[in-house]
Structures are given as structure tokens and as C-alpha cells.
């Protein structure tokens, strides 16, 4: 199946540092999601982008779809210890199953209050 | 806000029994989902359902069934369980294909 690269793979932060993480493929990706996943919860779902270019921020969460459809990154500003977590990335990429996600596999973000 | 409900937080089943897993969404959302999730293995589709009675298989549907008889309702049928089933099972839901999916909050499935 299609993979999607997610890095990095994990980030120990300091309260109040800006985050960023990023999803890449070499598949062309209709929809990105992102979603955070908190220990032994379901994913929540924080942002999601449908067109090339696409900026959408959330709160201090911030998500673009690249340009070039293979590739898109989340950024977290003025981290909390609430933002501890794992973050994934997901999508539907072009020419595949429109039902079928495609995730990354994850980022642990650690933030020492 | 959409609502994904699974039944249950945290199960235990003993070997060979036959253990349902059922999710309910309150959004009318077309098209529901079952996942498991496991270390190392992220998340992986076992079966989805995009109508009432509708469903079709996922990644690793193997050992599993599911049955949709409601528009609100996903189930997911574990026929005879067996330890290598032993995962957190994740339901989801999305209006039309191609967007946004929304997930419970998860079944810690343990059979021992």
C-alpha cells in the first residue's frame, strides 16, 4: 500500500516552543488529515484540508496542504503541557480508495511544563 | 459535534467466544469503519460499510465480520477470538468519501 512518511518521529519540547511536523509521500494526496491521539483514547481529529495550498489554522494549530499534493505539515505555536500526545497525519491519496485512509505513523510529542 | 460511541472502554474474552463490538455514530453519517491498532502496525482497516447493509472488506478482515443493519449502527463480529486479536479496536464515521472521519474513543479488546 501507499505509505506515508511522517517525521519526526518523536519531539521533547520545552513549554511555550513552537512544534512542526510534516507528512510526505510520493503519492498525490486528495485530503490531509490530522488527528491527536492521547493514551488509550480514540484519535481526535484537529484539522482538515481538501485543496493544494490549502492554510487552516485551529487554535495555535496551524496545517497546509503542500502544492504539490505530496506533502503536508502541522505546527503547533506556543506549546502547553496538554499538547503531550501522539499526532498523525492522514489521507485519501489520488487514485486510490476514496473510503481507505492512509496513515503516518505517528509523532510523540513531549512538552516539560 | 459528531459522536462516535463504542460500547464498551475495556473488554476481556477467553479464547474461542464469539465477542461483538458495537459502535454507534448520531451524525447520519454515510460510511463507518473499523480499525485495530497495534504497536509498531498503526492503525488498519479490517471493514467498512458505506450503506445500510453494505459492507466491504479492509486490510485484514480475516477472523472478523461486521453487520450494519441501521444507518447508526456498525458492529464488528469477532467469531471465534483468539489471543493474536488481543487490540484496541476503533470505530469511525464520515458523511461522504474522500473526507473527514471521526472515531470513538476506542475498545481495549484482551483475549486470553
Given at each position: 500500500?501507499?505509505?506515508l512518511?511522517?517525521?519526526p518521529?518523536?519531539?521533547?519540547?520545552?513549554e511555550?516552543?513552537?512544534v512542526?511536523?510534516?507528512?510526505t509521500?510520493?503519492s498525490?494526496?486528495?485530503?490531509w488529515?490530522?488527528?491527536?491521539?492521547?493514551?488509550?483514547e480514540?484519535p481526535?481529529?484537529?484539522?482538515?484540508?481538501?485543496?493544494?495550498g490549502?492554510?487552516?489554522?485551529?487554535?495555535?494549530?496551524?496545517?497546509?496542504?503542500?502544492i504539490?499534493?505530496?506533502?503536508s505539515?502541522?505546527?503547533?505555536?506556543?506549546?502547553?503541557?496538554?499538547?503531550?500526545?501522539?499526532?498523525?497525519?492522514?489521507?485519501?491519496?489520488?487514485?486510490?480508495?476514496n473510503?481507505?485512509?492512509?496513515?503516518?505513523?505517528?509523532?510523540?510529542?513531549?512538552?516539560?511544563? | 459535534d459528531?459522536?462516535?460511541?463504542?460500547?464498551?472502554?475495556?473488554?476481556?474474552?477467553?479464547?474461542?467466544e464469539?465477542?461483538?463490538?458495537?459502535?454507534?455514530?448520531?451524525?447520519d453519517?454515510?460510511?463507518?469503519?473499523?480499525?485495530?491498532?497495534?504497536?509498531?502496525?498503526?492503525?488498519?482497516l479490517?471493514?467498512?460499510?458505506?450503506?445500510?447493509?453494505?459492507?466491504?472488506?479492509?486490510?485484514?478482515?480475516?477472523?472478523?465480520?461486521?453487520s450494519?443493519?441501521?444507518?447508526?449502527?456498525?458492529?464488528?463480529?469477532?467469531?471465534?477470538?483468539?489471543?493474536?486479536?488481543t487490540?484496541?479496536?476503533?470505530?469511525?464515521?464520515?458523511?461522504?468519501?474522500?473526507?473527514?472521519?471521526?472515531?470513538?474513543?476506542?475498545?481495549?479488546?484482551?483475549?486470553?
Amino acid at each position: 500500500g501507499q505509505q506515508l512518511n511522517q517525521s519526526p518521529q518523536s519531539m521533547f519540547i520545552q513549554e511555550g516552543e513552537d512544534v512542526s511536523m510534516n507528512c510526505t509521500s510520493s503519492s498525490i494526496f486528495n485530503t490531509w488529515l490530522w488527528y491527536k491521539q492521547d493514551p488509550g483514547e480514540g484519535p481526535v481529529l484537529l484539522i482538515a484540508l481538501y485543496k493544494a495550498g490549502e492554510l487552516t489554522s485551529n487554535g495555535r494549530l496551524t496545517a497546509q496542504f503542500g502544492i504539490t499534493r505530496k506533502d503536508s505539515f502541522l505546527n503547533i505555536s506556543a506549546s502547553i503541557p496538554s499538547d503531550v500526545g501522539i499526532y498523525f497525519c492522514a489521507g485519501y491519496y489520488s487514485g486510490g480508495s476514496n473510503y481507505k485512509l492512509t496513515f503516518g505513523k505517528g509523532t510523540l510529542l513531549t512538552v516539560n511544563p | 459535534d459528531v459522536k462516535v460511541t463504542q460500547s464498551s472502554r475495556y473488554l476481556v474474552k477467553r479464547t474461542g467466544e464469539k465477542v461483538f463490538l458495537e459502535c454507534v455514530q448520531d451524525m447520519d453519517h454515510e460510511n463507518m469503519f473499523w480499525y485495530r491498532q497495534d504497536p509498531g502496525l498503526g492503525l488498519r482497516l479490517i471493514y467498512f460499510s458505506y450503506d445500510v447493509k453494505m459492507k466491504e472488506k479492509g486490510d485484514i478482515p480475516e477472523g472478523y465480520s461486521v453487520s450494519r443493519e441501521k444507518k447508526e449502527r456498525f458492529s464488528l463480529i469477532l467469531e471465534s477470538a483468539s489471543t493474536n486479536q488481543t487490540s484496541m479496536y476503533l470505530c469511525a464515521s464520515s458523511l461522504e468519501p474522500n473526507t473527514e472521519a471521526f472515531f470513538g474513543q476506542g475498545t481495549r479488546l484482551t483475549v486470553v
